[in-house]
């Protein structure tokens, strides 16, 4: 079956590092998506993976490793606005966009 | 207006009502869904229009029925509901990529319609 695992909730402080994990089993693998969504927001897209490395945008940077299955959101300089949940999703071979449950990150100061 | 923008925000109805959803795409694209997002699972993907024509229906029951007149315009029809339908519904367009293509095919959602069903 598919299935996305990352964790429910983390916490972290203004200023810092924070790593965000997925892993994934899915039919087949076209491409990981990030998506951010603030409390009674659309998500919004993040980033765009689909060769193994580290694409960095800003802040935000995502990891791949399609041979484990994993990938990450690595947010540096967090900011209070930060706050919200992260989604991690993956597009299958058969195009359906697979969603992870979302990882709530609150930053405090 | 910018987007993808869904109306109501907000929708309280009884299980004997019948509402609608409307989701409208300012940004040119050629496909169109429908996401149902409870507290604390994933979104689940409930319809696919691409072309204006339903591509996926993911085995969603009949009180849900959508409806896509043109590429810019989705309903969500909705009819004896009951209350384990209370959910955040999104709304998404993006840009389908030809046959054989590559790309990342980005879904662009607007903010969603908070139904609750008692």
């Known amino acids: 079956g598919q299935n996305i695992d990352q964790p429910t909730e983390m916490t972290a402080t203004e200023g810092a590092i924070v790593q965000i994990n997925c892993t994934y089993q899915?039919?087949?693998?076209?491409?990981l998506f990030w998506y951010q969504q603030h409390a009674g927001e659309a998500p919004t897209f993040l980033s765009y993976n689909v060769l193994d490395g580290l694409e960095e945008k800003g802040r935000f940077s995502s990891f791949l490793s399609r041979s484990k299955g994993y990938s990450y959101l690595l947010l540096k300089e967090l900011q209070m606005k930060d706050s919200a949940s992260y989604l991690c999703?993956?597009?299958?071979?058969?195009?359906?966009?697979?969603f992870g449950a979302g990882t709530i990150l609150r930053v405090k100061s | 207006e910018t987007g993808v923008t869904q109306t109501p925000r907000h929708l309280v109805m009884g299980m004997t009502n019948k509402k609608s959803l409307k989701c409208e795409q300012h940004l040119g694209h050629n496909a169109m869904y429908w996401y149902k997002q409870s507290a604390k699972k994933p979104l689940e993907l409930m319809f696919v229009y691409s072309l204006e024509e339903r591509v996926e229906n993911n085995s969603v029951p009949s009180r849900f029925s959508p409806e896509c007149p043109n590429s810019s315009h989705l309903f969500l029809h909705l009819h004896t509901l009951q209350p384990e339908d209370s959910a955040l519904y999104l709304c998404?367009?993006?840009?389908?990529?030809?046959?054989?293509?590559?790309?990342?095919?980005?879904?662009?959602f607007g903010a969603g319609s908070r139904l609750t069903v008692l």
């Open positions: 998404a367009s993006s840009q389908d990529l030809p046959a054989g293509g590559s790309g990342a095919n980005v879904l662009t």
């Open positions: 999703a993956v597009r299958d071979h058969g195009n359906k966009l697979v």
């Open positions: 899915t039919s087949g693998f076209n491409g």
